[in-house]
């Protein structure tokens, strides 16, 4: 049993490695859901919709919303809401939006949700969001407190990053299944996301943290930076403000006393001894996913390497 989490853009490529992989069986992902928010009176997912999208092969290259995509309804919006369009939903995306929205109104679980949606785009990959919950990451500037799209988009991440904030995650619960896979597991990654906006919102949740510090499983972390930045996105920028050194062994940092073992890029070899001398399994090798060979064989390395770590504890407990 292989349990992932992660989160949008980068991480939605090594889970798209790990479903063309030989351990696609047993895996089950586990998406934020930090990011989501309301636009227009429809609940939007984005997490979830790039990891699907990315699955169904539908993904548009720029990391997130349908290839092939139009905005006549934006354009129409643009008029109706005032210009208030920073955030840009496409034709078809506002189809998978509306249909979530209507289903929660039914009161239908994001879970269930997630789950039709992966029937109807074919995908076989177990993928469950963290929680049913309403969780937000709210992003805590000098200029005030804003939502993460608003930070990321609106806004151009143009603000000091002073404090980040789990809004509703202490008292939520984690979807159901995600404890029992925790549970099951024997190896549990961290996909290469924003470790501060996309694990660290499902590691808030206490009773899932907590569940993965008492694991018996084997934890593993790809790196999101490679040579002292990310391939995309604010992380770097946000590690950078909240006073984490933007390396591998920032990553380590952040994730205090959770990981048996780290998978860096060829690009950050120097870090190799400072992260076995703490005490880590380290895998370098080759983490940019710029194809899709590339995504499978990364998630194919990270899996035999998680898995010979917990070979050698076993052998160590002898
Ligand atoms: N990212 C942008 O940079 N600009 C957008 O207008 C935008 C719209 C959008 C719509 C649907 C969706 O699922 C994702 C969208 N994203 C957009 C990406 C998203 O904001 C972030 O990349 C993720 O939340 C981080 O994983």
Redesign the pocket.
Same mark, same amino acid.
């Given at each position: 049993m292989i349990l992932t989490l992660a %989160? %949008?853009?980068g991480g939605s490529k090594f889970v798209k490695g790990l479903a063309s992989s030989k351990h696609k069986e047993d895996v089950t992902v586990v998406i934020n859901t930090g990011?989501d928010f309301e636009r227009f009176g429809l609940y /939007?997912s984005?997490?979830i !919709? /790039?990891n699907l999208y990315t699955l169904a092969g539908l993904i548009h290259e720029q %990391?997130?919303?349908f290839k092939d995509e139009t905005y006549n309804t934006q354009n129409v919006f643009k008029n109706l809401y005032d210009q208030d369009c920073w955030?840009?939903?496409g034709d078809k !995306?506002l189809a998978t939006h509306i249909y979530r929205t209507h289903l929660l109104r039914q009161r239908i679980s994001l879970t269930e949700i997630t789950k039709e949606l992966c029937e109807k785009l074919g995908i076989s990959l177990k993928i469950l969001p963290m929680s049913n919950d309403r969780i937000a990451s709210y992003i805590h500037t000098p200029e005030g407190r804003f939502h993460f799209?608003e930070y990321? /988009?609106q806004r151009r991440m143009s603000d000091q990053v002073l404090k980040i904030e789990y809004h509703g995650a202490a008292n939520a619960s984690p979807s159901p299944g995600v404890l029992e896979k925790i549970a099951e597991a024997n190896i549990i990654l961290f996909a290469p996301s924003n470790p501060l906006v996309?694990i660290g919102p499902i590691l808030s949740l206490p009773v899932i943290k907590d569940a993965i510090k008492k694991s018996k499983a084997r934890v593993v972390a790809v790196s999101p930076i490679v040579n002292g930045g990310v391939i995309k %996105?604010p992380a770097d920028r946000m590690m950078r403000d909240m006073n984490i050194e933007v390396s591998p062994a920032g990553i380590v940092d952040y994730y205090e006393g959770l990981l048996d073992g780290i998978v860096i890029d060829f690009q950050d070899e120097q870090y190799f001894s400072e992260l076995k001398n703490r005490g880590l399994e380290v895998l370098v090798t080759n983490t940019i996913m710029d194809s899709d060979e590339k995504k499978e064989s990364l998630a194919n390395q990270v899996v035999e390497f998680a898995d010979h770590i917990k070979a050698k504890a076993l052998k160590q407990n002898i």
């Open positions: %989160g %949008g853009v990011d /939007i984005p997490d !919709d /790039i %990391g997130w919303g955030f840009n939903l !995306d799209q990321l /988009i996309s %996105g």
